[in-house]
């Protein structure tokens, strides 16, 4: 199995696989959705019981009582229930591509971040990231539309352009994503090529528009969402205070209506699609929401 592949094997000791190792389960544990703490509770809990029984194998029936002691009957049910579907993404020899899309603000990026960092996943990218290098190539001239943000790309619109049926923020936010969708699709190819797992996130990840049927990858795509416009709005002054000012508070906020009717856009394209709709409720719960789209994900692979 290639190096360029996410987590070890379970390190559940004994003469089958990888030793017992508390640091590296609580890793596993992570990747099923459970928050760092009670990952390593679980841990802790399951090493203390080795060493009680003199014992360095641990199986998965014993880990599944233990996590209903520490976890609680529902979240140590759900944990196990995913933890063997980990196993399930361990057995195939495909690399994982997860695509993250949403509106700006929605958390995204910070979601997807951990989403990869629980997987093993190296290859992080953004569609921003994307455009951004576009614009480098080509002029405001020859290609206006990546040269504004996806709220205000109808502004790169021509007058015919504008002319036509629809709302000219939303022909202006689709254009841009058919432009910026050429450079997505041609990283995704080289990373499949080089059989590498890979995680895309952004605004213009739209779902119908980009292809997701691959037969050489696990792929699994999703739209995070805020329902609260109020919530929503709160990200922005957080960023803000993270970035020290570095993205122009006043600019998301006057474009909130834009930024709003994307969102609205997305989901209802993600509904078309059977895409599923994540709402942003907090990291630890869309992070879990996530990794068991691609647990479940793994476990139809290996199973058809």
């Given at each position: 199995?290639?190096e360029?592949?996410?987590?070890?094997?379970?390190?559940l000791?004994?003469?089958?696989?990888?030793?017992?190792?508390?640091?590296?389960?609580a890793?596993?544990?992570?990747?099923t959705?459970?928050s760092?703490?009670?990952?390593?509770?679980?841990?802790r809990?399951?090493d203390?019981?080795?060493a009680?029984?003199?014992?360095?194998?641990?199986?998965?029936?014993?880990?599944a009582t233990?996590?209903?002691e520490?976890?609680?009957?529902?979240?140590?049910?759900?944990?196990?229930?995913?933890?063997?579907?980990?196993?399930?993404?361990?057995e195939?020899?495909?690399?994982?591509l997860?695509?993250?899309?949403?509106?700006?603000?929605?958390?995204?990026?910070t979601?997807?971040?951990?989403?990869?960092?629980r997987l093993?996943i190296?290859?992080?990218?953004?569609?921003?990231?994307i455009?951004q290098?576009m614009r480098a190539?080509?002029?405001r001239e020859?290609?206006?539309?990546?040269?504004?943000?996806?709220?205000?790309a109808g502004?790169?619109l021509?007058?015919a352009?504008?002319?036509?049926?629809?709302?000219?923020?939303l022909?202006?936010?689709?254009?841009?994503?058919?432009?910026?969708?050429?450079g997505?699709?041609a990283?995704i190819?080289?990373?499949?090529?080089?059989?590498w797992?890979?995680?895309?996130?952004?605004?213009h990840?739209?779902p119908?528009?980009?292809?997701?049927e691959?037969?050489?990858?696990?792929v699994?795509?999703c739209?995070?969402a805020?329902?609260?416009?109020?919530?929503?709005?709160?990200?922005?002054w957080?960023?803000?205070r993270?970035t020290d000012g570095?993205r122009?508070?006043?600019k998301?906020?006057e474009?909130?209506?834009?930024?709003?009717?994307?969102?609205?856009?997305?989901?209802?394209?993600?509904?078309?699609?059977?895409?599923?709709?994540?709402?942003?409720?907090?990291?630890?719960?869309?992070?879990?929401?996530?990794?068991?789209?691609v647990?479940t994900?793994?476990?139809?692979?290996?199973?058809?």
């Amino acid at each position: 199995m290639s190096e360029r592949r996410y987590l070890a094997p379970l390190p559940l000791g004994g003469d089958d696989g990888p030793p017992w190792s508390k640091g590296l389960m609580a890793r596993a544990l992570a990747a099923t959705g459970l928050s760092m703490i009670r990952a390593y509770d679980l841990a802790r809990s399951a090493d203390a019981d080795m060493a009680a029984r003199g014992d360095d194998r641990l199986d998965l029936d014993r880990l599944a009582t233990l996590a209903a002691e520490v976890l609680g009957e529902d979240e140590a049910e759900r944990t196990m229930r995913r933890l063997r579907r980990l196993q399930a993404l361990q057995e195939l020899d495909v690399p994982i591509l997860v695509l993250v899309g949403g509106a700006t603000g929605t958390g995204k990026s910070t979601i997807a971040t951990e989403v990869a960092h629980r997987l093993g996943i190296t290859r992080v990218a953004s569609t921003d990231f994307i455009r951004q290098t576009m614009r480098a190539f080509f002029s405001r001239e020859f290609m206006p539309s990546v040269h504004y943000s996806s709220f205000d790309a109808g502004l790169g619109l021509t007058k015919a352009e504008e002319d036509e049926a629809g709302d000219p923020m939303l022909l202006g936010f689709l254009e841009q994503t058919r432009r910026v969708l050429v450079g997505v699709e041609a990283a995704i190819d080289r990373s499949l090529t080089e059989h590498w797992s890979t995680l895309l996130e952004g605004v213009h990840l739209v779902p119908g528009m980009i292809s997701v049927e691959r037969q050489d990858a696990l792929v699994v795509h999703c739209v995070v969402a805020i329902s609260d416009e109020e919530v929503h709005r709160s990200h922005f002054w957080v960023r803000d205070r993270a970035t020290d000012g570095l993205r122009p508070l006043d600019k998301y906020l006057e474009g909130m209506p834009e930024i709003r009717a994307i969102q609205d856009a997305l989901i209802e394209r993600a509904h078309n699609a059977d895409v599923p709709v994540i709402e942003n409720t907090g990291l630890d719960a869309s992070v879990g929401a996530i990794l068991d789209l691609v647990l479940t994900r793994a476990g139809q692979l290996v199973h058809a």
